[in-house]
């Protein structure tokens, strides 16, 4: 994962309006890059970018709306709060069925849009952490020999030792021998621990 701290994106045509959200959010610590088109944020993109994405609706070339569909094919996009002067209720449904984090009109309180702001980085933040997480688990399953994955599934199944020797037909000492490996190349200080890391593995991958 990228070690940049999270920054806020601002992306509207409207200079005075940029300046205007840069001040607001450098007023209280924030970290702001501002571009003046949808293209021109695509240019400068990376998937390593953490933080927020406020973004306008109507801007001259590509619109808010088509840059949110276009980083909806991309995983790790940060959070978007949309903003526009020109919203209505359609427009509003269609953002947030998207995927956005909210929908502010203009001119907008700024309290309310730091809220948001920070709702956004709560929830990138969250789910780069997750992510993290379920590449490490991935990371320590991949180490496992065909022989220990299945002794781990059968472990974390409940299965006793002496079982797993018998239907595997391998002795109980080689059993606790792959046992161990497991633990030791997962990770895992407790069976509980390995439990855990199998189940958000298992949530994850059935959230995508």
């Known amino acids: 994962m990228?070690?940049?701290?999270p920054t806020i994106y601002i992306v509207d045509d409207d200079e005075q309006v940029?300046?205007?959200?840069?001040?607001?959010?450098?007023?209280?610590g924030l970290g702001v890059e501002s571009y003046g088109s949808a293209q021109?944020?695509?240019?400068?993109?990376?998937p390593d970018q953490q933080g927020c994405l406020i973004l306008d609706v109507r801007m001259r070339g590509m619109s808010g709306l088509e840059l949110q569909t276009r980083l909806q094919q991309v995983p790790n996009h940060p959070p978007i709060v949309m903003i526009s002067a020109h919203g209505d209720v359609p427009m509003a449904v269609r953002a947030l069925q998207a995927g956005a984090l909210d929908f502010l009109?203009?001119?907008f309180n700024a309290q309310a849009l730091l809220d948001s702001v920070h709702r956004a980085m709560q929830q990138d933040a969250l789910r780069r952490g997750e992510a993290s997480r379920l590449?490490?688990?991935?990371?320590?399953?991949?180490?496992?020999?065909?022989?220990e994955a299945e002794v781990m599934r059968r472990v974390v199944d409940g299965q006793r030792n002496k079982v797993i020797a018998s239907e595997m037909n391998i002795?109980?000492?080689?059993?606790?021998?792959?046992r161990a490996r497991v633990?030791?190349?997962?990770?895992a200080k407790t069976l509980s621990e390995l439990m855990r890391m199998l189940v958000t593995l298992e949530i994850c991958e059935g959230k995508g």
Not at 18 to 28: A, C, D, F, T
Not at 40 to 46: R, T
């Open 135 to 147: 590449a490490e688990i991935k990371e320590h399953i991949a180490r496992l020999t065909p022989r």
């Open 183 to 187: 633990m030791e190349k997962m990770a």
């Open 40 to 46: 021109d944020y695509l240019d400068h993109f990376s």
């Open 2 to 5: 990228s070690a940049r701290q």
């Open 105 to 107: 009109e203009k001119p």
């Open 171 to 178: 002795t109980q000492s080689t059993v606790e021998v792959h």
């Open 18 to 28: 940029r300046e205007s959200i840069q001040l607001l959010m450098e007023s209280v």
